[in-house]
């Protein structure tokens, strides 16, 4: 990002077409990190039809989908799609940190909630003690990870939580 030009706009995205879908190259625990990380990146997010619930390569979406799984990471989606909308994520710094398999995006903007994505993509509980983010409130989070991926999002502004 450093290298950018100072009036570039980046643009990020996950799958390039329906034969190259994200969910056809990673695990489905993923999902829903992936799709996090991307809405907490400067710039424009894009997003393949259908990623947003992990579709495959070749997979139609099913408007009368029921499924909980592909439910729940469609609400994870929304959710955290409605804080682009925020000044911090709009307009505030990045920092990018990767701990073993944790990955740290922090964005913070002076006078606003400052957010914080850390994503355990290991099999291991990590504990994460990050003091040295720059603008970030000192934070200790408990990152678990089993079978699944579990991300946490929290708001360091007044120590806040949004989700764990």
Known sequence: MDSLPNDAWPSFSLGKNPESRIASKVDEKY???LNMMLMMLPGTPITLF???RGLKNGALIKW???DECCLNKIRVYQEV???RESETLLFGSTEVRVDGDVL???R???GNPGYILLSNFGDIEKYCHYDELSDVTTCQLHCQSSLTV???LVIDHNGNEIST
Request: aromatic content about 0%; hydrophobic content about 40%.
């Open 31 to 33: 999902i829903n990190a």
């Open 50 to 52: 259908g990623d947003e």
């Open 64 to 66: 009368d989908d029921t």
């Open 81 to 83: 799609s409605s804080l």
């Open 104 to 106: 740290i995006i922090a």
């Open 108 to 110: 913070v903007k002076k």
């Open 150 to 152: 579990k991300t946490a």
